[in-house]
Nanobody
């Protein structure tokens, strides 16, 4: 069974850090770009970061650039999102998704597999 499972969300104060994990089962991430998306209540889902498989090139939305870092460990079949200097506006459900081509942040519809999401809440 193909599955992506996010973990690591929680409640943190502004300025704090969290590390999200996206673990794959039922398939190997070796051939997939992995994107992180987030969706706040009443807002559209937005792509915030992505990492390619072949060259591990990374992409970030302007809103998180310089604060978030995406990485992958193909041996563990896992992708991570390190989030530092968190702000209340980062509060959202965070999803990871797998795409069997190079990164696309502008559209979520292209992705093949999705996780169930993990809640991140940043208090002021």
């Amino acid at each position: 069974q193909v599955q992506l499972v996010e973990s690591g969300g929680g409640l943190v104060q502004a300025g704090g850090s969290l590390r999200l994990s996206c673990a794959a089962s039922g398939f190997t991430l070796d051939y997939y770009a992995i994107g992180w998306f987030r969706q706040a209540p009443g807002k559209e889902r937005k792509g915030i970061s992505c990492i390619n498989s072949s060259d591990r090139s990374t992409y970030y939305a302007d809103l998180v650039k310089g604060r978030f870092t995406i990485s992958r460990d193909n041996a563990k079949n896992t992708v991570y999102l390190q989030m530092n200097s968190l702000k209340p506006e980062d509060t959202a459900v965070y999803y990871c998704a797998a795409l069997r081509r190079r990164c696309v942040l502008s559209s979520s519809y292209e992705y093949d597999y999705w996780g169930q999401g993990t809640q991140v809440t940043v208090s002021s």
